[in-house]
């Protein structure tokens, strides 16, 4: 199975800064089939990206997406207050599908 | 807008039948493939398995030989079956969406506690 690796594992910012997250995949995913997602406490988790790059329905612009093979990246362009909370990456391009082990990002 | 809201049993015993089901409220039930995750209390995310509106399964091999996914498509839902649980398998459950192997919408989650 692929293994998703996140860093850091924990992130500690400022609203209004800029966030930076790693996936790193033990092998090449298939057709970028990576998909990223916030989960606050308490929740559900909630799909920001999916094919690497593409924004979910109602995702503002400030989350970025990119990478290929075995390494993805998520970007937030100005933390929002709504932004401190967990991040996980996931892979669909191979059965079983994986989640990373998140990270989370914190004030 | 679509909902998904699941139910089910959340106190076990070991070496009980753990069974969730999930309602689609809303959109299109027959285009997409449905599926199921857990995340034990302070962990992260894993993958149980899903099924498509036509019934194919695919499951995560350290479940497969106790779990049963199942559809419904003209109740519009789907339904999880864990056998034989035990205290690892204590988690908050999700049903989810699953338009292409990601998980768009998800339910409100089941806590889901073993325990004798």
């Known amino acids: 199975e692929i293994v998703l690796t996140q860093s850091p594992g924990t992130l500690s910012l400022s609203p209004g800064e800029r966030a930076t997250l790693s996936c790193r995949a033990s092998?090449?995913?298939?057709?970028?089939?990576l998909a990223w997602y916030r989960q606050k406490p308490g929740q559900a988790p909630r799909l920001l990206i999916y094919d690497a790059s593409i924004r979910a329905t109602g995702i503002p612009d400030r989350f970025s997406g990119s990478g290929s093979g075995t390494d993805f990246t998520l970007s937030i362009s100005r933390l929002e207050p709504e932004d401190f909370a967990l991040y996980y990456c996931?892979?669909?391009?191979?059965?079983?599908?994986?989640f990373g082990q998140g990270t989370k990002v914190e004030i | 807008q679509v909902q998904l809201q699941q139910w089910g049993e959340g106190l076990l015993k070991p070496s009980e039948t753990l069974s969730l089901s999930c309602t689609v409220h809303g959109g299109s039930f027959s285009t997409y493939s449905w599926g199921w995750i857990r995340q034990p209390p302070g962990e992260g995310l894993g993958w149980i398995g899903e099924i498509s509106h036509s019934g194919t399964t695919d499951y995560n091999p350290s479940l497969k030989s106790r779990l049963t996914i199942s559809v419904d498509t003209s109740k519009r839902q789907f339904s999880l079956r864990l056998t034989s649980v035990t205290a690892a398998d204590s988690a908050t459950y999700f049903c989810?969406?699953?338009?292409?192997?990601?998980?768009?919408?998800w339910g409100q989650g089941t806590t889901v506690t073993v325990s004798s």
């Open positions: 989810a969406r699953m338009p292409a192997g990601y998980l768009d919408v």
């Open positions: 092998q090449s995913i298939s057709g970028s089939s």
């Open positions: 996931q892979q669909y391009g191979d059965s079983p599908r994986t």
